[in-house]
Nanobody
Framework: QVQLEESGGGLVQPGGSLRLSCSASGSIDGINVRGWYRQAPGKQRTLVAAIGPFYGDGVEGRFTISKDVAKNTIYLQMNSLKPEDTAVYYC???????????WGQGTQVTVSA
């Protein structure tokens, strides 16, 4: 079993910053922790950033994804946050052998004055 543990979400004012973290634990052989997605109420889940790096619409230049390979942990540094960044942010991983995907439980990011 694979668990993805996210942390770092919260409430921040417009223009502020947050740093999200995601670590894999359990049976992690072959597990590649690879990116972040987000889902706002009433909207589909969309890519925010993936190791490569690749960035979703509207975040490049403000968000930076990074990875500590030794810890199998990824980070998302989010700067200049806007109200439209408000969403639940999910960590994503894939088993490179079976292609099975794993998701974290999600962490809420709220950008509001």
């Amino acid at each position: 079993q694979v668990q993805l543990e996210e942390s770092g979400g919260g409430l921040v004012q417009p223009g502020g910053s947050l740093r999200l973290s995601c670590s894999a634990s359990g049976s992690i052989d072959g597990i590649n922790v690879r990116g972040w997605y987000r889902q706002a109420p009433g909207k589909q889940r969309t890519l925010v950033a993936a190791i490569g790096p690749f960035y979703g619409d509207g975040v490049e230049g403000r968000f930076t994804i990074s990875k500590d390979v030794a810890k199998n942990t990824i980070y998302l540094q989010m700067n200049s946050l806007k109200p439209e960044d408000t969403a639940v942010y999910y960590c994503n991983a894939k088993d490179v052998r079976t292609y099975k995907e794993y998701w974290g439980q999600g962490t809420q990011v709220t950008v509001s004055a």
